[in-house]
C-alpha cells in the first residue's frame, strides 16, 4: 500500500510552493512545486535551503 504524503510546513515564494514531509523511509524531504497553470515543474530536495534557492530562481516558460 503507497504511502499517503502528508505536506507540513508549507510556504510560498512567487509561483513555487514548498512543502516539507517524511519519504516512505522516514526522512525529511522538501519539494517544490510550480502553482502556475501549465507549468508543471516539481523536484524534491534535501534541505529547505535548496527548496528556496529553486523556488527563488525558477521561471516558467509558459507564454
Known sequence: MPV???FHSLMKI???QI???RDNRGR???AA???ADGCGWS???AS???AQL???SHRCRIN
Open 54 to 56: 529553486a523556488a527563488r
Open 28 to 30: 525529511t524531504k522538501h
Open 48 to 50: 529547505s535551503a535548496a
Open 43 to 45: 523536484a524534491d530536495y
Open 14 to 16: 512567487g509561483p513555487v
Open 19 to 21: 512543502g516539507t514531509y
Open 33 to 35: 512545486v510550480c502553482t
Open 4 to 6: 499517503r504524503n502528508s
